[in-house]
């Protein structure tokens, strides 16, 4: 019955997504959405279960956060697993209760054992739901997995060994005697092959011929890159600038790299909070992608994975090769998606402005041309500090660590490992740091 429907053949879009979502929250079941989109409901169920996020936040009991009884709050039993004979300890507060108690009874939530098996919509306030796991579908995040699954499964050659092999026999004798892929491709349509996917196949040499046998393909330089740049363009997709626009954000965190002299392989990772005017930074020993992962896990493991969302939820940042893997970034220790990397367009660092302004004052402390080597992280939290203490004229006089103590709170900027400074003792000069060694 479903290919009655118009429309219902095609993918689901971006604004289709989006338009689930907003749904969702306000309770509209399956097959409301699904008549709106011309969509089967079945269709509509299977993009939410296919695409719902895991999340993690769970209150447990007073000593064990990971016991998921149903009856944690009242149980008043001791010693159910008989190791230890005087044990007076509650079971409830024990790792092992969850796995030796007979009457163990694991919470569930009848919400995600039918439609709409997420939590969107839910009237629960998270603090107040008891359940562990949380699920939710996130449009923008949905159409990302999809975009890329998409990609991934159209990748590859869509050809035979023996059908590769019978055009090898055609084409490449006749690009050894000179003749260009226009040129072949026209005198034999049986091929049933582009120009350009031609010389795609030829360049990853699944043919006889070369590059170096191709007349004018040799002659050609390639388009120069720079070293430190991503090369794989996919990794953009979803990830421009333009689609960062698109989101109309009014707080966001942007991020970059401050580089050492080339006596030390050591970099500084920066982050910049737009709203707060708040300057994070982290000493690298490489500028890695594996080194900016782990900055990032750290993070995690300080704040908590809750608070890394609210913090880190969007963050733009250029180019570079050390974030070349948004994945990785944007997963948790625990595989929840924590965070959405958006990056600027090439050499275009004025799109990321406010980051740039804020490595002015940290090359007033840390010249270029300075050597990272001896440097702790210990000197990068003073200099960082002695950087939110200094008053902005954008933020009416104010010092980063003042707004920011009342958007984000004290424990996050402890997190931080930030201290405010007195303001007749901020210094942003280069003895800031002679002076402590």
């Known amino acids: 019955m479903s290919k009655y429907i118009p429309g219902n053949q095609k993918h689901l879009t971006l604004n289709d997504r989006i338009y689930i979502e907003n749904e969702l929250a306000k309770g509209t079941t399956f097959k409301d959405i699904a008549a709106f989109l011309c969509k089967d409901p079945t269709t509509i169920s299977k993009e939410v279960r296919a695409h719902q996020l895991s999340d993690w936040y769970h209150k447990g009991t007073f000593y064990n956060a990971k016991n998921f009884c149903i009856h944690r709050y009242h149980c008043q039993k001791t010693n ?162 333009s689609d960062f626009c698109s989101l109309d954000l009014s707080s966001f ?47 995690e493991k300080r704040l908590g994975t809750y608070e890394f969302i609210s ?19 944007e997963t948790g220790i625990h595989g929840i998606q924590r965070s959405s990397i958006y990056y600027c367009d090439p050499m275009r660092s004025g799109q990321k402005g406010a980051i740039e302004q804020a490595h002015t004052m940290l090359r007033m402390v840390l010249p270029k041309g300075t050597s990272f080597e001896f440097l702790t992280q210990w000197d990068v939290n003073l200099i960082v500090n002695h950087i939110n203490s200094t008053p902005r004229e954008i933020l009416s006089g104010r010092t980063p660590y003042e707004v920011a103590l009342e958007t984000l709170g004290e424990d996050i900027l402890k997190a931080f490992q930030l201290k405010p400074i007195e303001p007749d003792k901020v210094n942003l000069t280069p003895k800031l740091i002679r002076f402590n060694h």
């Not at 995040?141 to 059908?163: C, F, P, V, W």
């Not at 965190?253 to 080339?262: A, K, L, Q």
């Not at 909070?273 to 782990?294: D, P, S």
């Open 80 to 241: 159910a697993c008989g190791k230890i004979l005087l044990c007076g300890i509650k079971c409830a507060s024990c790792p092992t209760c969850n796995q030796t108690c007979k009457d163990f009874e694991k919470e569930r939530c009848k919400r995600l054992d039918k439609a709409p098996y997420v939590c969107n919509g839910c009237t629960k306030k998270i603090n107040h739901c008891t359940i562990a796991h949380k699920y939710y579908y996130n449009g923008r995040a949905a159409d990302r997995k999809y975009r890329e699954l998409l990609i991934s499964s159209r990748s590859g050659i869509n050809m035979t060994k023996h059908q590769l092999h019978q055009k090898d026999q055609i084409i490449s004798p006749l690009i050894e005697q000179g003749q260009s892929p226009y040129q072949l491709l026209t005198n034999h349509p049986e091929l049933d092959m582009s120009v350009r996917s031609m010389y795609t196949y030829i360049g990853k040499g699944l043919f006889t011929a070369r590059n170096i046998d191709l007349k004018r393909q040799a002659k050609f330089k390639p388009r120069k890159c720079h070293k430190t740049q991503i090369t794989d363009r996919s990794v953009f997709t979803h990830r421009t600038y």
């Open 253 to 299: 965190v942007e991020m970059d790299t401050v580089h050492s002299s080339r006596e030390s392989n050591k970099t500084l990772l920066t982050l910049f909070f737009t709203k707060e005017k708040l300057f994070l930074a982290f000493l690298l020993n490489r500028c890695t992608k594996g080194a900016v992962r782990l900055t990032f896990d750290r993070l």
């Open 311 to 329: 913090v880190f939820e969007n963050i733009l940042t250029d180019r570079g090769s050390e974030f070349g893997d948004p994945v990785s970034l």
